[in-house]
Nanobody
């Protein structure tokens, strides 16, 4: 059974940093893309970053390029999102997600419609 559990959210001042974790179980990280999404109040869920290790793919939305870094620890089956130089516009609930076992792409999906398994989300609030 596929499960994703996010952690690491919190309250941080503008310019600060947070590192989110997505602990995965029921599958091996390398063989499915893992996406990070966020949803702010009143806004649609948007893709932030993605990693598909076996295909050598990573993706960052323009709004986070140069500030966010996605990485993984295979031994812990965990994906991380290091977020630096945070701004109030980064305030949102952050989710990690993955595709189902029948997905056969070799790219990082950008649309949330391609993802089938989601974590419960972790709140990130950037405020002074």
């Amino acid at each position: 059974q596929v499960q994703l559990v996010e952690s690491g959210g919190g309250l941080v001042q503008p310019g600060g940093s947070l590192k989110l974790s997505c602990a995965a179980s029921g599958f091996t990280l390398d063989y499915r893309p893992i996406g990070w999404f966020r949803q702010a109040p009143g806004k649609e869920r948007e893709g932030v970053s993605c990693m598909f290790a076996s295909a050598g793919r990573t993706y960052y939305d323009d709004s986070v390029k140069g500030r966010f870094t996605i990485s993984r620890d295979n031994a812990k089956n965990t994906v991380y999102l290091q977020m630096n130089n945070l701004t109030p516009e980064d305030t949102a609930v952050y989710y990690c997600a993955t595709v189902n076992q029948y997905w056969r792409g070799n790219y990082c999906p950008v649309s949330n419609y391609e993802y089938r398994h989601w974590g419960q989300g972790t709140q990130v609030t950037v405020s002074s």
